[in-house]
């Protein structure tokens, strides 16, 4: 059964960092993203990236204060965020795509459990 593990999530002050990692067993999937959901909110893309490493997408809100990366021979991605703000505030959910990279959450087969980012101000 393939399963989906993150981990990094916590408790930070407003203008802080995390790194979030996650690490997928069985196979090497085609895409791999991070998406997220606070109370009472929808789930929303955060960013993803290909098998290669070589292409990533990012959300509006997330750009030029994150980043994605990948190792597929360990087959885990991680996702580097800094200047947090309170309204980064949610579950933040690793999942994996068979065939392709997509930032709708419809495309995606696999989803971890999820790990809890809280930023206070």
């Known amino acids: 059964q393939v399963q989906l593990v993150e981990s990094g999530g916590g408790l930070v002050q407003a203008g802080g960092s995390l790194r979030l990692s996650c690490t997928a067993s069985g196979r090497i999937f085609s895409g791999m993203g991070w998406f997220r959901q606070a109370p009472g909110k929808q789930r929303e893309f955060v960013a993803c990236i290909t098998r290669s490493g070589g292409t990533t997408y990012y959300a509006n809100s997330m750009k030029g204060r994150s980043a994605i990366s990948r190792d597929s021979a360990k087959n885990t991605v991680s996702l580097q965020m800094n200047s947090l703000k309170p309204e980064d505030t949610a579950v933040y959910y690793c999942?994996?795509?068979?065939?392709?990279?997509?930032?709708?959450?419809?495309?995606?087969?696999?989803w971890g459990q999820g790990t809890q980012v809280t930023v206070s101000s």
């Open positions: 999942a994996a795509a068979r065939l392709r990279t997509t930032t709708s959450e419809y495309d995606y087969e696999y």
